[in-house]
């Protein structure tokens, strides 16, 4: 089953606008079934059963390159007081956490102005923030791709996280329901939650939702909700990127004599079959089944593409809302 969450947030407890008790109310009402309240050096614990909480709390870290600090998301961990001991070394924090059965992920690289050379040494954490909705909305920082990139060229697997920050929730520019992800959990319970997060078992979203996925070696297939553009993002030049324009742009010069004289070598085939239009491209190297409907994009198949270290698929719809799968090593 599919479970959706946020995984840093603050109350009042900190800096947050709402309770932890409103907190649960307002997610769960959203259709969210995880929550973590992650107010800042605190825990904040809340009691229900209406959906599933992790205990944790986000620490900051100093001694970045440009010398800001490092923001932290330490789930499953409430020794507040040991972690405050630990601060002045990430390294000694993140195994720690790890030690004692948490987890740890990167908050918003990009407003912390962080460089993939503060990542690369890092050990004992299972990604970066991809999207941050409050560092977005406050001042258009949001997005992580570039650091996520980073390290996984590198070689190194982390997965992205989608994730609200919000403390202001219902007032202008509003922080909340903007990015999360969507967990694949065999029961509703915090041992699955984390067992799944740990193993990279989840998707992050700001709309585009993903029905199908499946990878086996040269054949990639994913199904998801119409977008506009599909990227299949990859490292040492290796990639592919599919909008809606160029799609269009393809059909129309492989409609005429003179476009398919143009195109040499590029084979393509459209059919519509229930209000579906599949296209079939072959261009030597590789094969790409896409199927469109009146929505945008809905479907991918990618055949015997050269990828070197790894491939990620990103999705972006008709308002620019994105969805991000986690990474694949090759
Ligand atoms: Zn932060
Ligand atoms: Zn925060």
Not at 89 to 115: K, M, N, Q, R, V
Not at 313 to 329: Q, V, Y
């Amino acid at each position: 089953m599919w479970v959706k969450g946020n995984l840093h947030t603050h109350s009042t407890n900190s800096d947050g606008r709402l309770t932890a008790e409103q907190l649960v109310e307002f997610y769960y009402a959203n259709g969210y079934g995880l929550l973590s309240i992650t107010d800042h050096e605190k825990l904040t614990k809340v009691s229900t059963d209406k959906l599933i909480t992790i205990p944790g709390f986000e620490t900051s870290v100093k001694g970045t390159r440009l010398n800001y600090d490092y923001h932290l998301v330490l789930l499953n961990v409430e020794d507040v007081e040991s972690v405050q001991r630990l601060r002045s070394s990430i390294g000694e924090l993140l195994d720690f956490t790890s030690e004692c059965g948490g987890l740890a992920f990167i908050a918003h690289p990009y407003w912390s102005s962080l460089t993939v050379e503060d990542l690369m040494p890092l050990k004992s954490y299972l990604g970066v923030e991809v999207y941050n909705t409050g560092c977005d909305v406050e001042c258009a920082k949001g997005f992580s791709m570039v650091h996520w990139d980073g390290v996984l060229a590198a070689g190194k697997l982390i997965y992205g996280f989608a994730v609200d920050d919000a403390h202001r929730y219902l007032i202008p520019p509003i922080d909340a329901l903007g990015g999360w992800i969507w967990v694949n959990v065999e029961a509703f319970s915090t041992e699955s939650l984390l067992h799944s997060l740990e193993r990279g078992l989840f998707y992050s979203s700001m709309g585009p939702a993903v029905e199908e996925f499946s990878y086996k070696p040269d054949v990639i297939e994913a199904r998801f909700t119409p977008v506009s553009r599909i990227d299949v993002v990859s490292d040492d030049g290796v990639g592919l990127s599919i909008s809606l324009d160029t799609y269009e742009h393809f059909k129309r010069l492989l409609s005429t004599g003179e476009g398919r004289r143009l195109m040499g070598g590029f084979e393509a085939e459209f059919n519509i079959e229930n209000g579906v239009e599949k296209a079939y491209l072959n261009a030597g190297g590789f094969k790409l089944t896409l199927e469109k409907t009146v929505d945008g994009l809905t479907a991918l198949k990618l055949e015997k593409y050269g990828f070197k270290k790894y491939f990620r698929l990103e999705l972006t719809d008709s308002k620019g809302r994105k969805a991000w799968l986690n990474p694949i090593m090759v």
